[in-house]
């Protein structure tokens, strides 16, 4: 029951993800190759860097390609002229649209890296666990954003990365004593709640422009989601 869950959950956060991926591409002006190589990169990145960590080779993607077909069929569903222009007729539903995406696919992609964690490694301390959630997560995304030459939306953007790992610690910490479909859940809620909190009170880390750095530009947020 609960590898059918996982893969479930897992086919969702492939299509968020894909769908984060595609619009970066087609924000970026990329053709119809890029926009369907980005998005399948984004969704299923995470994933492969995952894999490799925990000694599963060849990674799932490869042995299973529903992923990326899934990614693929997406993204090419994402480039549709009408698609695009739903998206990106106002800023505003784009950025909104790219919160939700990122959200669920982080949300997803980190519960699934703990629960790999567990299954795979004869050595489930917590620091592999929290480290192999975390990179699950953010993994296609920062790909993502190194392919389009943009600085990573995990060390930039608000409450991204930290949400991830609170997300995974209460995964884990929730593990042995609800069951594990319990602790996936809670762990994945756990996260989209925080993002969608941080972004509407603009929740943030410290950041290095408030030392003054000459000649720095920082990045603007998303705007606050009312």
Sequence with gaps: MTDTIIFVMELLGVAAFAVSGALTAVAQKMDLFGVLMLGTVTAVGGG??????????????????????????VSLV??????RRLFFKQKKVYDITMLIMDTLGLAVFTVAGVQAAFYHSQANNIFL????????????????????????????????????????????????????????VGGAAVIIVLRFLAARFRWKLPRARDADVPGEHQPQDNPKIQ
């Design 48 to 73: 492969v860097i995952r894999d490799l960590i925990l000694g599963i080779t060849p990674p799932a993607t490869f042995r299973d390609p529903v992923y990326a077909f899934v990614a693929l069929g």
């Design 78 to 83: 994402t480039f549709l002229p009408a698609v």
């Design 129 to 184: 666990l929290l480290f192999v959630g975390l990179v699950t997560g953010t993994g296609g995304g920062v790909l993502r954003d190194v392919m389009c030459a943009q600085r990573p939306y995990v060390f930039v953007k608000h409450f991204y990365a930290t949400a991830s790992l609170i997300g995974a610690g209460v995964c884990i910490a929730l593990w042995h004593f609800v069951g594990q479909t319990a602790a996936i």
